[in-house]
């Protein structure tokens, strides 16, 4: 494969430290996102000195109005054209609906919707005109799983499954590889910045426990069906039947499995 410029948003933790380490492994130049400027060039040093690729960061608050217009104009005043995008970042806020303020709900849904949607549509664009591009979103298994205690991430997931693999039948015919990953419970330390863990959420209940997966081999998972072309893919055995049996399950009982996983 040749070289491509990849984007990797969310590149200062949890699986998007494991895409921009396994990109650069592969070859590819690497324009690294997220808020913290210091992790980020953290992450880029590391990378620049093991391997053989080039890494540059571009810390943007994608959670803000207007974060995914000043990063795609920044790269535009760059001439840094976008080959991959990794549509990584994203949050949860785990508890009541209405116990959180509006603002952090707002901003959820800003980071894992609007943000999202809105690279895909600047730097699809030119992926298009090119005749060549690949966009991986990254959804969850929750996808398929409407989660009381965590309704906004959920359904946020739902939507970038949906929008996803609508836009890999569109964007097909013009060149562009649109892949929608949807991960289980995965070692990256979300649980803990959602705040999940220590207020019900139960990691030892064994539809978890025996599904839970590292970051690398469901990173790997991810390249590998993105550059095969594959629209979709969930990663591990169990969670692929546990999708097979959330997706046959009436909503009413996905619903309430989601709501007792969590206490």
Sequence with gaps: MSSYTALV???????????ARQLAERGHKLILTARSVDKLQSL?????ASYPCEAWVYPVDLSSTDGAQQLCEALTERHIHIDILINNAGVGAHGAFLSHDWEEEAALLKLNIVSLSELCHRL???????GEGYILNVASLMAFMPSPFLASYAASKAYVYAFSQA????LSP???????????????????????????FHLEHPLLKYSLMEAAPVVTE???????????????????????????????WTTKLAKALQG
């Design 9 to 19: 948003t969310g590149g200062s933790s949890g699986l998007g430290i494991e895409f």
């Design 44 to 48: 880029a040093d590391e990378l620049n």
């Design 124 to 130: 699809g664009q030119q992926m298009a005109q090119r």
């Design 167 to 170: 836009l890999s039948e569109e």
């Design 174 to 200: 013009q060149g562009v590889k649109v892949h929608t990953f949807c991960p289980g419970i995965t070692k990256t330390g979300f649980q803990q910045r959602s705040g999940m863990v220590g207020k019900g």
């Design 222 to 252: 991810a390249l590998d069906s993105l550059f095969e072309a594959k629209r979709m893919r969930i990663p591990g055995l169990m969670n692929r039947i546990m999708a097979l049996g959330l997706r046959a399950m009436p909503t009413p």
